[in-house]
């Protein structure tokens, strides 16, 4: 199984971006899928999970309205639209799959995911 991200790049304040992440091996439609990202020496931290199937979406507080998360399920990828984006957004963004239901005291635990993507790095200039 593996995960592959794209889309990173720099961007000035306000703008946006698009990531992606492809998978092979396994699903996207049948798993859950889920962003976590690392700013420059701080913790990586969950960002947003989706659901297997046409299930529930959670969002961090930090992002939620300014980020969209979409299944695309001909291409077995997830996306991530990032809009209004701001320095505080720049970060290595990881994408993950756990074959775990959801449970509202680990989703967005790192221990949860059993498979990373490279990350794609996002730099947000001011």
């Known amino acids: 199984v593996q995960l592959q991200a794209s889309g990173g790049g720099l961007v000035q304040a306000g703008g946006s971006l698009r990531l992606s992440c492809v998978a092979s091996?396994?699903?996207?439609?049948?798993?859950?899928m889920a962003w976590f990202r690392q700013a420059p020496e701080k913790e990586r931290k969950f960002v947003v999970r989706?659901?297997?199937?046409?299930?529930?979406?959670d969002y961090a507080d930090a992002v939620q309205g300014r980020f969209t998360i979409s299944r695309d399920i001909s291409n077995n990828a997830v996306h991530l639209q990032m809009n209004s984006l701001s320095p505080e957004d720049t970060a290595v963004y990881y994408c993950?799959?756990?074959?775990?239901?959801?449970?509202?005291?680990?989703?967005?635990?790192?221990?949860?995911?059993?498979?990373w993507g490279q990350g794609t790095e996002v730099t947000v200039s001011s």
């Open positions: 989706i659901g297997p199937g046409g299930g529930r979406i």
């Open positions: 091996g396994r699903s996207v439609s049948n798993y859950a």
């Open positions: 993950a799959s756990s074959p775990r239901g959801y449970s509202r005291q680990t989703y967005k635990v790192k221990n949860e995911y059993d498979v």
